[in-house]
Structures are given as structure tokens and as C-alpha cells.
């Protein structure tokens, strides 16, 4: 072959690979496509796709919710002692942190109306014996015929009133320590066996019960035995119970939990914080426990229905949950859902979703904002 024909030729390959290079350059990429209004298709290699990731589906497991309250007494428990009449503090028989047994003396008050008290009941037992005697002399007369009968019904009569009046007075003096001469000393003592957790009185002290208000001299309470006081969220308030169990942390027990069952429920929601107080007792005594710490109540839920997933895969447009859902090669579906509580991280679903899913959690807003752009 001559030179100028192989100059021709390779002149005629050079033009042609040009030809079919411009050919391809001039070609349309591959573009994203939207089917059935709610599934976005990604070409292969889109730059996109680096940017969205999509994780399995969870089954529902056991959940734990934590209540935020703290311990009180125990009011079955617990005696707030205050003066039943006016008087002056005589002697002070305990101070706080000491225990005592059920009618122990607390203290002992001067107190002249406890005088008069006693006063009255040693003057009805006196009337009463006397208005039998007076009977029983009268008695003897009517039968003799001396005395009429009126004098004997109005005896009678006497003698039921008397007896009336001794066990009103008795049973009043009663209340407070029956005694069996006028002394005017009170004493104050303890209703139930405990611990003196408050004392506010003094030696010499003078005491008004009208001025003392809601202030008492002596609490005690029995520290082996406390109530819990939880506050609980309004969505929540459902799946506490009375006899429901809780296990109970303060930063007194360390890793350690006490078990723990709510009493009661209360009827009404806190309109400052939107909760409801609930009541519940310790079931076991610690000493590490006392009223009026903080502690943590936490509750666990045994595994429902649906599935969790995480929250950032859930995002609300208008009224309604959706998800992003890959479908495997470049195809992602938006889908409804049915969200449930949420707890650690997770959202509950309760419907909308399979159990092999793969949800989106980085990237579900660029689907959303490429979605809309197509509609």
C-alpha cells in the first residue's frame, strides 16, 4: 500500500472515532423518575445515593419508662401530735431521732382546761353515786308507803341523768389520759410506735391550739415503711395502675433497686405541669432510704405489637407520620404510618411498615424535598 493511501486511511479512522465520541457526549444522562406519586427511582451511580441510608426494622422489645418523684411517710404511719388544750410546756420527755413505742409520753403540758376536764368527771361520779343512794332511800319509803310515787320516778329519773353525764365526762377525759385526781397535767403521747422526726416545742413554752395552726409539736412515723410520690406525664398515666410494680433508684441505693407498688392514682392533672400524682409504697425497708429524697420509678412494658424504628426516620408532613423506604437498587417509597410511643431513641410503628423494611434515617428530608419537586 502506497503512503498516501495509509494517510488517507487513518485520516478516515480519526474522523470516524470522532464521530461516535461526540455521539456519545451529545447522549442524555439517565434522570431521576417518580412512579406512582410516591416512589422515587434513582439512576445507577447517582451521586445522590451517597447520601441516603436506610436501616432494618426492629422488632418491638420490652420498654422502660421512668417516673421523676420522691419519698414521703407513710401517713398510715405517721402521728402529728398537737395540744388538745391551752397550757404550758412542763417537761419534754424525747428528742427528735429517738424511738418510741406506741403511748409513750411525749411530753406534759400544765394545762387548766385538762383541770377542768378532770373536774367535771370526778363531779359526775360524785352525782351519781348520790343520786343511787337518794334511790334507793326513796325506794324504801314507797314501799312502806311513806313516799309517793312521783318522788320515786323522779329519782329514776335522776339516776339515769347522772349516769349520762359520768360516762360523757369520762369518755371525754378519756381521750386525752383518764386520771384519777385533778393535777392538770397533760400528757402528750405518742399514737403509734416510731421515730420522733420533729419536735417544735420548748421548755415553758406556752401553747394556744388556735395559734398553733397546722404547725404540731411532735411527728412521728415509722421510717421502715415510706410512700413514694411520682409524677406522671399525661400519655403515660394509662399504664400506671393501682397494684402496679415499679423498682425504685435513688442516689442513696447506688446500682441497686428496690421493688416498690403504686397505691393510687390521683383523678386530676397538675394544670401547672401537666401531670398526675401518683402513690405507691416500698415494699422493702433500707435504711439508705429517707423521706423526702429523689428517686427515679422505673416501669417496664413487655414487648407489644409493631415494630421500632429510629426517630430521625420518622418525619411529619401536615397531619400525618411518614417513612422513606428502600426498596432496594436506587428505589425508595414514601409511606404512612401509624406512629406509636416513642422511648431511648426509638419511635414505635404501629402500622405501616413490614417487618423485612428498611427504613431511611439519613436522607428522608432530601427524598421528601425531590418528591414534592416532581409532584
Known sequence: MSVEKLIVAA???????????????????PQLTVEQHSILVFPKASPMLDQIVAVPVEPRREVTLRFNGRLVWNEDRTARVFPPFAGRVQAIAVRPGERVARGQTLAVLAAPDFGVAQAEARKAEN??????????RIRELAQAGVAPAKDLQAA?????????????????????????????????????AGVVVE?????????????????PLFVVSD???????LDVSEQDVARVKPGTEVKL????????????????????????????????????????????????AELKLAAASGYLVPTRAVYLRGEQHFVFIDQGGGRYARRAIVPGPISDGYQAVLGGIAATDKVVVDGNLLLERLLASKD
Not at 199 to 215: M, T, V
Request: aromatic letters at 6%; one cysteine or more.
Open 199 to 215: 419536735r417544735n416545742l420548748n421548755p415553758g413554752q406556752e401553747l394556744r391550739p388556735d395559734s398553733q395552726g397546722d404547725k
Open 11 to 29: 485520516a478516515c479512522t480519526g474522523l470516524l472515532s470522532w464521530g461516535c465520541w461526540d455521539k456519545r457526549e451529545k447522549e442524555p444522562a
Open 249 to 296: 433508684s435513688t442516689a442513696s441505693l447506688g446500682d441497686d433497686r428496690i421493688g416498690g407498688h403504686v397505691l393510687q392514682v390521683a383523678d386530676l392533672v397538675d394544670p401547672q405541669t401537666r401531670t398526675v400524682k401518683v402513690r405507691g409504697t416500698v415494699d422493702a425497708a433500707d435504711e439508705r432510704l429517707k423521706a423526702e429524697m429523689f428517686t427515679v
Open 156 to 192: 329514776e329519773a335522776e339516776v339515769v341523768r347522772t349516769a349520762s353525764e359520768r360516762a360523757r365526762a369520762n369518755a371525754r377525759l378519756k381521750l386525752y389520759g383518764k386520771t384519777d385526781t385533778v393535777d392538770q397535767e397533760l400528757a402528750l403521747r405518742s399514737p403509734v
Open 127 to 136: 352525782d351519781y353515786s348520790l343520786a343511787q343512794k337518794n334511790l334507793e
Open 223 to 229: 421510717p421502715t415503711h415510706l410512700w413514694f410520690m
